[in-house]
């Protein structure tokens, strides 16, 4: 079992960067693909980025492409999404992601079974 908590959302210009935080805790957290995924008031949730158990492999939605950077410090059992150059666009909860699976099904929220409660973050214009 595997619980998460995210932080370091808030209200930003856009321009600017935030880094996200997960912090997990539970068994074997190193085995664990993990992702990140948003979701807009009245809107579905959408895939932003994951890491492979072993950080060697990354994956990013189109819109997060070059701006994102998804990283992993098992050691500390924590998973980082760096949000540089946001946009309105990105405005959303922002929730971190578990999956236990043989394979990486990375950006499908569906075949992730850990769930944080999600940070806020907010870029005006």
């Known amino acids: 079992q595997v619980q998460l908590v995210e932080s370091g959302g808030g209200l930003v210009p856009a321009g600017d960067s935030l880094r996200l935080s997960c912090a997990a805790s539970?068994?074997?957290?190193?085995?664990?693909?993990m992702g990140w995924f948003r979701q807009a008031p009245g809107k579905e949730r959408d895939f932003v980025a994951a890491?492979?158990?072993?950080?060697?492999?990354?994956y990013y939605s189109d819109s997060v492409k070059g701006r994102f950077t998804i990283s992993r410090d098992n050691a500390k059992n924590t998973v980082y999404l760096q949000m540089n150059r946001l946009e309105p666009g990105d405005t959303a909860v922002y929730y971190c992601?578990?999956?236990?699976?043989?394979?990486?099904?990375?950006?499908?929220?569906?075949?992730?079974?850990?769930w944080g409660q999600g940070t806020q973050v907010t870029v005006s214009s």
């Open positions: 992601a578990a999956q236990n699976s043989p394979r990486f099904v990375y950006d499908t929220d569906a075949y992730y079974a850990y």
């Open positions: 539970g068994r074997s957290f190193s085995s664990y693909g």
């Open positions: 890491i492979s158990w072993s950080g060697r492999s990354t």
